[in-house]
């Protein structure tokens, strides 16, 4: 039997997680699985459901790494060997839900499109979601994609000399 793709073990990955995270509080922000087909490295991206949270700690990451763990050995998806990283979205955090494109309106985005044609990135303010669409302003106006067209989005932190380091603003937090 031929090993699965990357996106196909991403996306059983993703749908797995994503069934069992609301029972523990969280939300699976993203999924990468990378690196060697006999060897793969399986990334997981996590942050508290709730929106008011703080952001997540190290501490809690431990601590759900071990259910996570324990659904990729119940679910197997790789044949084989692999490695598991769990950890918060960090600053350049990166948006895939209708919700996320909403929860960080206002944030600088880096947006990275399917399309084999045309223009496919765009930097600019995520001025949010609406009417299926997100939308981001740049320099050169106002522009709206489905979300089945994009194919990445992160924030882009906000490196200030004087403030330090801020990573990405919720909405409202200004």
Excluded at 69 to 84: Q, R
Excluded at 126 to 147: P, Q, V, W
Aim: proline share 5%; net charge negative; charged share 30%.
């Amino acid at each position: 039997m031929a090993q699965a793709s990357f996106d196909d073990i991403r996306a059983t990955v993703l749908q797995g997680l994503e069934a069992l995270a609301a029972n523990y509080g969280v939300d699976i922000v993203d999924v990468e699985v990378v690196g060697s087909p006999n060897a793969p490295t399986v990334r997981v991206r996590i942050d508290h459901a709730e929106e008011s949270a703080p952001p997540i700690s190290l501490d809690e990451v431990s601590e759900h790494t071990a259910w996570i763990s324990d659904y990729l050995d119940e679910a197997d998806p790789i044949a084989g060997h692999f490695t598991l990283e769990v950890s918060s979205p960090g600053m350049a955090r990166p948006l895939r839900k209708a919700r996320d494109f909403e929860r960080f309106a206002g944030n600088d985005v880096s947006l990275s499109l399917k399309t084999t044609q045309g223009r496919r990135r765009y930097t600019g303010r995520l001025d949010g979601y609406e009417d299926g669409m997100a939308r981001i302003t740049t320099d050169e106006g106002t522009f709206s994609f489905k979300l089945e067209d994009i194919r990445t989005c992160t924030i882009k932190p906000d490196f200030d000399a004087d403030k330090g380091i801020k990573g990405a603003r919720r909405k409202g937090s200004r």
